[in-house]
Every structure is written in structure tokens, then in C-alpha cells.
């Protein structure tokens, strides 16, 4: 049974826009999936339909035999803490520290109290600052998030990420926000993570290098139906050109 | 678990140690604080428990409903006018003092950093920091009870109000086409007008509608001294105990701020 | 030159339309300035009271602060300072349910809690100290306690308005990836939208005490307790001296508040 099933998941949103129009994907234990799309194609949208970010109209998502979309608002809560997720804007809290953003990943399990007074338990802090020196952010601990560079800051996402000992990591196009050395950096360090950790990957790009590069499996995406799902390494470029049409430079510049 | 770890484990836990003494502290002090503040505002106890029932029957019982008829009465009616007036002209007055001693405030367009501009300064801050009603009855006790007053002290509040923001837009403006003008040859108060002015014009013109929106607000009340304008009628309900009257008035002036606000609001997005 | 733009026809510049406009505008305000000037200085001043102009340059000598009296003065400065420091600090925290309220993203019903919230900030705002001291002294008596509410039901409007607008204006974010934690609606709360909102809030809270100085002044001369007290009792008594001692006293204590205020905030805002 693979970890995470997607049955036939449809999103139109309230202005009308068509975002899902019944997708159907899974993703094994340890499998790093990509997801591949011009912006528009409903990447994002399936992601947050996944945690239920975006509530989806219909269809069904079931992780590890849990169905998130059957769940009521306290059950999906304690669900999400199973879902690390990892943005492209990085959307850490800027005016806390690195640390404090690391450990707000355990917010779903540490108290209220605990919460408000940021008093978060010891073995917490451990993890924490284990997960921070794996990373290679142990130095930056007392800064402000704002204070680091993208590719520093997107090292915090993927702490934070881990901090919720996740089965499964969203990944909402990681690199875009970075330039392509930085991001080349973060996705090799995602990887290697995803591996250590035993947990599966689901990301999403633009960037057909970045897909095949790094992915076992690639599903391609557009106008927000699947347009193929293959193994990396039999992935046809005819397909991908379905995607970008001929013009393969533009879409990798 | 490595040596780094443990280190920055160490430093974050002594951090976290001191940081919540320095909070615990700080909340204790701020208690302390209190409990002189009410020994030195001599703050009667038994009154604060009780206040909340005392307040609420107050606005319920004897503000509410308003004496909208009163309020409405040909007196208090001309009475809002004179208000208005004297917001328009203290305003007015207060602006034509308020446009040189700016000029003269703003560090990089000053005629004269000796003398003029510490004296300006001076005069702006100093007006700034007089509560226009204490201005009022000072200006009562000289020139006599009557709207003169209160437009005088309106004039007072205009130039600390508008003279700072003014000396503050005014020293963002851009100097170059001002050398330009100056290069032509042209004296101080021509450089004034064709250089630095029309940079000006917009920012400065939206300070004098903000500006006579606060004024407004301040004239409501400053009858309360003899100072001309509605509050005159709002003491004089409050002193025989009629709230539902002051009531009235209340609502009357709140009418008038918002409305106000609401033009000044306008009239600034839709020219500026 | 000039003179041969403006004989030049349908030059946009010196539009004869524009112009009569203009000078029409000038003289409708000339006009007004010139009936309300009348009406207010010449009808509206008691010029038999004011007696001559040696009377009147007489009051304005008596004017001179009276430095014998300034040593009085000082424990109702305090008594100001802490109105100001008390009023401010109950306004900041009357102030967290009426954003709440305020903020159209947060507010729980939209149809009625809402215009409440943006109700209340209204009255507050267009509500002068004077008149909350008022009512205050009316309910409770005379003495600081009626200032200190008068000054947070004051403040309380301008620090709900800003905070509600920078709630409104807040990065989505940051709450998103708080939300993907499993975080509930409080610690999404406390974790994403209050460090982007503090920094806002204390720097306008510091900005209200500063303000509240000003007014905690004048609060006594409706019995609300602090230096306008003095003032009042002073002038009654015709000692122009010692009056105009306690306004010097204001001006300096107010002048000092501003500029440890703005020190402070630019620090807040660099740090």
C-alpha cells in the first residue's frame, strides 16, 4: 500500500479558476516524487490540498491509511504534524529567531502554555539543535530569520520541516526563490535528509533539470490534470514537451 | 551529539535561564510600580472595585438616550458654526504664521542657521508642547472670554501642529532644482517660491487639511474656558445636571469630527 | 518675456479659465476669511472687559512664570507622568479585543463584530480627553482615577486602529507554514501574526504615552487629577505667575517625554 494516496482531487477557487480537475497520484515510503508544471498547472494547490491548506471540493487523501480529508478540524491538526512542509518563499517568522523557528515546527504538540512562553521542552531543544547543526545553520541560532541569506533561510524551512518528525515532506518549490547554485545546494541537502530520516518527498518545480536530477518518479502536470506519471529514468522528452510545448530552453532558463 | 552542540545547547539554556529572571523581574517591578502609583495618585480602592457598576449606570441611566432636541436647538446649532469658524480661521491665521517659520525650521533651506532657525524651532516646539487649553484660559484671561480666545490658542496649536510636520516634509525635498533657481541669481524669497514651493505644495497642502482636522477637534473644546464654541453649552449642561443634554452635545461633536475626518480624508486623496 | 506668454492664446499655462477659477476661489476665501474674522474678533470678543491697552500689557507682564512657585509643581508633574504612564498602558491592553474585532481578517463575525470594533475605535477617536474626564468625574468623583480612564478610553481607539490595520496588512506566509505545523488558531496567533504585529504596537504604544502626557495635563482642569488642578486653582485666583509657572513646567516635562519617546522608537524601529 503506498504511503500517500490521492484519489481524483478537484479545486476550483472562489474567482472560478479552475485549479484540480481530479488528480490521481501516490507516493511509496521513501519515494521522491516530483511534480512538474508551468505556475498555473495547480502544483501548489495540489500540495496544500494534501495538509488541507486549501480545502479541497472533492476527492479523497489518505496518508499512511489515516483520511486526511474525512477528518474533523482537531484530528487534521494532529494529522499535519505527520506533514513537514517547505515553501518557496521560505515563509519563516521573521522576527523570530532561528531556533525559535526551528522548534515552532513542534507547535502542534508542545502545550499552549509551553507555547506562549516559549518554554519548549528540553528534548525539543535537542532535536532542534541537532536537526540545526545538520543543516549546517548551528552558528545562526540567535539571529533573526531576516538577518540570513535565502539559501540559509530555506536550511531553516527544511529544519523546521524535520522538526515535525514528518512521514512525508510537501515540498512547494524549494529552489525558485534562489539562485541556482544556492538552490542546487538545498535540493541536494533535501535529498540527503529525505534518505537519513527514512521519509518520503513530494515536490514540486518548474525546472525540468531539477525533476529529473533529483526524483525517482516524475508526474506531470497541466491545467490541473495529470498529464503522465513515469519513473525518472523513462521519462520520454516527448512527454515533457507536451508540458512546454517545444521551446525546452525558455523553460529551463 | 556533538562538542558545537553541546556548546550552543549550553549558551541557549543560560540565555533562556537569565532571560526569564530579567522578565520575572521586570513584572515584579512593574507590580511595585503600581502599588506607588496608587499610594502616590492617592487612588481610592473601593472606588475602583465599584467602578465599573457606577461608570455603566452613568452612560445608561443618565447620558442615554440624548437630548437629540436640545441638540438641535437653534443656540447649540450656532454654537457649532461658531466652532467651525473659529476652526477655519484659527486654521488660517495659523497657517500664513506657520508657512515662514517653516521655511525657517527646515535645516537645508533656512535663510539663517544662527538666528532664525533656533528661534523658529523654538517657537514650534514650545507651541507644540502648550495644551491648547491651557493656552485658551491664558488667552482668556488676557483678551476676555469670546471666540477671540479660542481662535488665538487654535492659532498656537496650528503652528506647533503644522510647523513640524512642515519643517519635516521640507527637509526631504530635493536640492537640486533649488540650486538651480539660485543659480539663476534669484533672491531668498524668489528661490522660495519658484524652487522650493512647488515641491512642496502637495505634501504641504495636505498638512493644512490634517491640520485643520485636528484644530476642529480641539476647538469642540475649548468653550470649557470661555473660550468660545460648543463646549461652553456642554459645561454649562454638565454644571445644572442635565446629561441627557451634554449627551446631546456629545453626540453632536462626534458627528462633527467624523464628518470632518471624513472631508479631510477626502479632500486629501482627491487632490493630493 | 513673461508678458508675451501670457498675451499668447491658449497657452496651457495661463488658461484664461483656469485662471478665473483660481482668482475666483481666492476671492471667495478672502470673502469668508474676511466675515468669519469679522464676525468672531470684532462680535465675538468682550472688548469692554479687555479694558485698555496698558490693562491688557499689564495681564500679559503678570505672565512671567513664577519660579518661587516651581518647586510646588513637581509632585503634581508626577502625578501627571503616572496618569499618562497608566492610562496608556490600560489603553494598550483594552486595545487587544477591540482589534481583534477591527481586523476585518480575524474579526469572528463579519456582519457584527466588525462594525462594533470599528465602532468603538470611531467614539474613541472623536472623543475628546476632556469629555471622557468628564463623564469619569461625573460617575466617580473627583481625582486621578477618573484621568487614567479618561486616557486609556482615549488611546484605546488610535492603538486598536493601527494594530487592526497592521493585522490587515500582515505577511500570509509565515501563518500558512505556522498552520502546516498543525498549530491551532492560538498559536497560529501567537507564533505568526504577533512577532509581524509587536514591533508596530510598541512603537505606537510609546507613541501614545507621549501624547498622553500632553493630555494628562490639561485633565485636572475638569478635576481628573494632575498639574491642571493647579493651573485652574491658580488662575482662579488671579496668580498669572504661578500659572504660567505650572504651563512652563508642562511645556518641559512634555518636550522631555517627546524626545525620550522618539529616541526610543528609532532605536525600536533600528534595533
Not at chain 2, 27 to 44: E, K, M
Not at chain 3, 30 to 43: D, K, Q, S, W, Y
Not at chain 3, 144 to 151: E, T
Amino acid at each position: 500500500m503506498p504511503l500517500l494516496e490521492i484519489r481524483a482531487l478537484k479545486k476550483s477557487y472562489a474567482t472560478g479558476e479552475v485549479a484540480l480537475k481530479g488528480v490521481d497520484l501516490s507516493v511509496s515510503a521513501q519515494e521522491i516524487v516530483a511534480i512538474l508544471g508551468l505556475s498555473g498547472s495547480g502544483k501548489s494547490t495540489l500540495l496544500r490540498c494534501v495538509n488541507r491548506l486549501v480545502e479541497p471540493d472533492s476527492g479523497s487523501v489518505t496518508l499512511d491509511g489515516l483520511e486526511i480529508t474525512a477528518l474533523n478540524k482537531r484530528q487534521l491538526r494532529r494529522a499535519r504534524q505527520s506533514m513537514g512542509m517547505i515553501f518557496q518563499e521560505f515563509n519563516l517568522v521573521d522576527r523570530l529567531t532561528v531556533l525559535e523557528n526551528v522548534l515552532s515546527g513542534t507547535l502542534g504538540s508542545v502545550s499552549l502554555w509551553r507555547a506562549f512562553s516559549r518554554a519548549f521542552p528540553r528534548e525539543n531543544l535537542d532535536r532542534a539543535l541537532g536537526l540545526c547543526e545538520r543543516v549546517g545553520i548551528l552558528d545562526h541560532i540567535k539571529k533573526r530569520a531576516d538577518q540570513l541569506s535565502g539559501g540559509q533561510r530555506q536550511r531553516v524551512g527544511i529544519a523546521r520541516a524535520l522538526m515535525q518528525n514528518p512521514k512525508i515532506l510537501l515540498v512547494d518549490e524549494p529552489t525558485s526563490s534562489l539562485d541556482p547554485k544556492i538552490g542546487a545546494e538545498v535540493m541536494e541537502l533535501m535529498l540527503e535528509v529525505a534518505h537519513e530520516t527514512h521519509v518520503a518527498m513530494l515536490f514540486s518545480v518548474h525546472d525540468v533539470r531539477l525533476a529529473t536530477e533529483y526524483s525517482n518518479r516524475i508526474v506531470g502536470l497541466q491545467g490541473g490534470s495529470k498529464i503522465f506519471d513515469e519513473r525518472t529514468e523513462t521519462v520520454k522528452p516527448e512527454a515533457i514537451d507536451l508540458i512546454y510545448g517545444m521551446n525546452k530552453r525558455a523553460a529551463r532558463g | 551529539m556533538g562538542d558545537g552542540i553541546t556548546a550552543v545547547r549550553q549558551a541557549y539554556l543560560h540565555d533562556r535561564r537569565v532571560g526569564r529572571f530579567v522578565k520575572f523581574a521586570a513584572l515584579l517591578s512593574l507590580f511595585a510600580f503600581g502599588f506607588w502609583s496608587i499610594d502616590v495618585l492617592q487612588i481610592p480602592i473601593d472606588r475602583v472595585l465599584g467602578m465599573f457598576g457606577r461608570v455603566g449606570n452613568m452612560v445608561w441611566q443618565r447620558l442615554l438616550p440624548p437630548d437629540l432636541v436640545y441638540a438641535t436647538s437653534a443656540s447649540v446649532i450656532y454654537a457649532v458654526l461658531e466652532t467651525i469658524e473659529m476652526s477655519l480661521l484659527g486654521s488660517f491665521i495659523g497657517t500664513l504664521i506657520t508657512l515662514p517659520l517653516a521655511w525657517f525650521a527646515a535645516w537645508n533651506l533656512t535663510p539663517d542657521r544662527v538666528f532664525l532657525y533656533p528661534m523658529a524651532r523654538l517657537i514650534i516646539v514650545v507651541s507644540r508642547s502648550l495644551p491648547s487649553l491651557m493656552a485658551a484660559m491664558l488667552l482668556v484671561a488676557v483678551f476676555g472670554f469670546g471666540p477671540f480666545a479660542g481662535m488665538l490658542a487654535l492659532v498656537v496649536g496650528t503652528i506647533g501642529f503644522a510647523g513640524k510636520l512642515m519643517a519635516e516634509q521640507a527637509e526631504t525635498i530635493n536640492m537640486g532644482p533649488v540650486d538651480a533657481v539660485r543659480a539663476t541669481g534669484a533672491g531668498k524669497l524668489k528661490v522660495f517660491i519658484y524652487g522650493i514651493f512647488p515641491q512642496l505644495k502637495p505634501s504641504w497642502y495636505g498638512i493644512v487639511i490634517y491640520n485643520w482636522d485636528a484644530r476642529l477637534r480641539s476647538s469642540t473644546i475649548l468653550g470649557f474656558v470661555g473660550a468660545g464654541g460648543i463646549g461652553l453649552h456642554l459645561r454649562e449642561r454638565i454644571s445644572v445636571l442635565e446629561y441627557h443634554g451634554a449627551m446631546g452635545i456629545i453626540v453632536i461633536i462626534i458627528v462633527l469630527v467624523v464628518a470632518s475626518e471624513a472631508m479631510s480624508h477626502f479632500l486629501r486623496k482627491r487632490y493630493y | 518675456m513673461s508678458r508675451v506668454i501670457v498675451a499668447a492664446e491658449g497657452n496651457p499655462l495661463r488658461d484664461r479659465g483656469t485662471l478665473l477659477k483660481r482668482y475666483a476661489f481666492y476671492a471667495v476665501v478672502l470673502c469668508a476669511v474676511t466675515a468669519m474674522g469679522v464676525h468672531l474678533i470684532v462680535f465675538g470678543t468682550d472688548w469692554g472687559r479687555m479694558g485698555t491697552f496698558a490693562d491688557v500689557f499689564g495681564i500679559i507682564m503678570n505672565l512671567a512664570p513664577s519660579l518661587a512657585f516651581m518647586p510646588k509643581i513637581i509632585g503634581p508633574l508626577l502625578q501627571t507622568l503616572l496618569m499618562a504612564f497608566w492610562g496608556t498602558l490600560l489603553a494598550v491592553l483594552l486595545s487587544i479585543p477591540v482589534f481583534y474585532l477591527a481586523a476585518s481578517n480575524i474579526t469572528p463575525y463579519m456582519m457584527l463584530t466588525y462594525p462594533l470594533g470599528r465602532g468603538l475605535i470611531v467614539v474613541s477617536r472623536s472623543t475628546h480627553e476632556i469629555i471622557f474626564a468628564l463623564i469619569y468625574v461625573a460617575a466617580l468623583g473627583l481625582g486621578p482615577l477618573p484621568g487614567i480612564l479618561a486616557l486609556a478610553s482615549r488611546s484605546v481607539g488610535f492603538m486598536a486602529k493601527t494594530t487592526a490595520e497592521a493585522i490587515e496588512n500582515i505577511d500570509r506566509g509565515p501563518i500558512e507554514a505556522i498552520e502546516a505545523t498543525g498549530a491551532g488558531p492560538i498559536k497560529r496567533f501567537l507564533f505568526g501574526v504577533v512577532p509581524q504585529v509587536l514591533p508596530v504596537f510598541i512603537g505606537n504604544a510609546i507613541f501614545q504615552l507621549d501624547i498622553n502626557i500632553r493630555r494628562a495635563a490639561i485633565l485636572g482642569m475638569v478635576g481628573a487629577g494632575g498639574i491642571g488642578l493647579y493651573f485652574a486653582e491658580q488662575m482662579k485666583i488671579y496668580e498669572y505667575g504661578n500659572a504660567s509657572a505650572c504651563v512652563l513646567g508642562v511645556v518641559l516635562l512634555v518636550i522631555i517625554g517627546e524626545f525620550v519617546s522618539n529616541r526610543v522608537r528609532t532605536k525600536l524601529i533600528s534595533g
